[in-house]
T-cell receptor, first 118, second 114 residues
Framework: GAGVSQSPSNKVTEKGKDVELRCDPI?????LYWYRQSLGQGLEFLIY????????KSGLPSDRFSAERTGGSVSTLTIQRTQQEDSAVYLC????????????????FGPGTRLTVL | RKEVEQDPGPFNVPEGATVAFNCTYS??????FFWYRQDCRKEPKLLMS???SGNEDGRFTAQLNRASQYISLLIRDSKLSDSATYLC???????????????FGKGTLLTVNP
């Protein structure tokens, strides 16, 4: 079946511009995550959506970052006034709740969007 | 101390070698543990979960030591296709406010040489 898809796969932008990154999770997956991975670094949690609950935005690095999830499916991560330090691969992941053991659910990652801010 | 720390690597081993990675975690209440594999310029993919009693999947063996707060991954008879970055992943205690957050280590790069 179809996996998590992200678009664009690559994005080059100029400092100060806004960018929008899109994530299409696996159909039926209620949970959606955004991560950021910089060169040589681990995955940095950004934001988490679960169903209709309020998202956990605790990982967003600044107020230039925002995300929304419409209709419980597609999500958009927006970065305003981009800075060079925003350059990274932005990964989206989704998972489906399986029984009571939420923490054992597998996360499925999309291929990521490679953002380069010049 | 960082939440999740891994061997810095890189590891360069010949085909057929046995290689082991360790990962330590700081939150003693951590509940779930995983190893993910990430190929160059690709997304991470689940390799295996780590169970308290230890578990094996073919050439891969994962172990958990709660007392010392570390997990390990052993790869036997390594193949060229095992070359990748191996990420250690930890999830806090189930039922806590943040049980859904995965914390990733920075990864250990493995290169298997012919």
């Amino acid at each position: 079946g179809a996996g998590v898809s992200q678009s664009p796969s690559n994005k080059v932008t100029e400092k100060g511009k806004d960018v929008e990154l899109r994530c299409d999770p696996i159909s039926g997956h209620t949970a959606l995550y955004w991560y950021r991975q910089s060169l040589g670094q681990g995955l940095e949690f950004l934001i988490y959506f679960q169903g209709n609950s309020a998202p956990d935005k605790s990982g967003l690095p600044s107020d230039r970052f925002s995300a929304e999830r419409t209709g419980g499916s597609v999500s958009t991560l927006t970065i305003q006034r981009t800075q060079q330090e925003d350059s990274a691969v932005y990964l989206c992941a989704s998972r489906i709740r399986q029984g009571p053991y939420l923490s054992t659910d597998t996360q499925y990652f999309g291929p990521g969007t490679r953002l380069t801010v010049l | 101390r960082k939440e999740v720390e891994q061997d810095p690597g890189p590891f360069n081993v010949p085909e057929g070698a046995t290689v082991a990675f360790n990962c330590t975690y700081s939150n003693s209440a951590s509940q779930s543990f995983f190893w993910y594999r990430q190929d160059c310029r690709k997304e991470p993919k689940l390799l295996m979960s780590v169970y308290s009693s230890g578990n094996e999947d073919g050439r891969f063996t994962a172990q958990l030591n709660r007392a010392s707060q570390y997990i390990s991954l052993l790869i036997r008879d390594s193949k060229l296709s095992d070359s990748a970055t191996y990420l250690c992943v930890v999830i806090p205690l189930l039922g806590g406010g943040s049980n859904y957050k995965l914390t990733f280590g920075k990864g250990t790069l493995l290169t298997v040489n012919p």
